[in-house]
């Protein structure tokens, strides 16, 4: 059964601590995105890659990093950075590089500050 | 910069009333993509607009892209409890076709 696989589903961080969440696709897709969402708040864009071992900074990229080793995987580390970094973190993937193409999303990980 | 603006940004109905939600943008869209995401859920891929004056229908849903492809409309006839949710509209521009640009979403309550 094909789709993205984001974990964990809820994630705590303790101040000063880099964690990183996972998000793995077996869509064959070349581009994946990373977004976060607040309450009550649209998505916004954090980073995104068009193809492996290339990625682009999104418009809340400070505080955050990624890596795309693999067609698959497209991790997102939240560095102690980010101030503020309570949200839900959506990944998505879409088939071609180009927007014309839809996005499919993730369940998600909640993260929280402890 | 580019923007994409969406009223209202809640709207409560009765079963069985109609919704509708609007997408406007100060410049030209290349397309337009609605989504609905469930209470607690992700974003789910509803339908994508690229013609001028495009309309399409999903059932009780009727999507309408403007004669200039600066505005977008979702129109949900008679309402369902399983409507509830937020719709999105998110759009991309001719020059910047690597990211799409979201609307702030407009949040549905049905009561039964």
């Known amino acids: 059964d094909g789709g993205i696989t984001q974990s964990p589903k809820y994630l705590f961080r303790k101040e000063g601590q880099n964690v990183t969440l996972s998000c793995e696709q077996n869509l064959n897709h070349d581009a994946m995105y990373w977004y976060r969402q607040d309450p009550g708040q649209g998505l916004r864009l954090i980073y995104y890659?068009?193809?492996?071992?290339?990625?682009q900074k999104g418009d809340i990229a400070e505080g955050y990093s990624v890596s795309r080793e693999k067609k698959e995987s497209f991790p997102l580390t939240v560095t102690s950075a980010q101030k503020n970094p309570t949200a839900f973190y959506l990944c998505?993937?879409?088939?071609?590089?180009?927007?014309?193409?839809?996005?499919?999303f993730g369940d998600g990980t909640r993260l929280s500050i402890l | 910069g580019q923007q994409v603006m969406q009223i209202p940004q809640y709207q409560h109905v009765q079963e069985g009333e109609d919704f509708t939600t609007y997408c406007n943008s100060s410049?030209?869209?290349?397309?337009i993509q609605w989504y609905k995401q469930r209470p607690g859920g992700h974003p789910v891929f509803l339908i994508q607009?690229?013609?001028s004056g495009e309309v399409k229908k999903q059932k009780r849903l009727t999507f309408q892209f403007g004669e200039a492809k600066k505005n977008s409309s979702l129109h949900i006839t008679a309402t369902q409890t399983t409507d509830v949710g937020t719709y999105f509209c998110a759009g991309s521009y001719a020059g910047n076709n690597r990211k799409l640009i979201w609307g702030l979403g407009t949040s549905l309550a049905v009561n039964p």
């Open positions: 998505a993937s879409s088939i071609k590089k180009d927007n014309n193409q839809p996005q499919h």
């Open positions: 607009l690229v013609k």
């Open positions: 890659s068009q193809i492996v071992n290339d990625f």
């Open positions: 410049t030209t869209l290349s397309n």
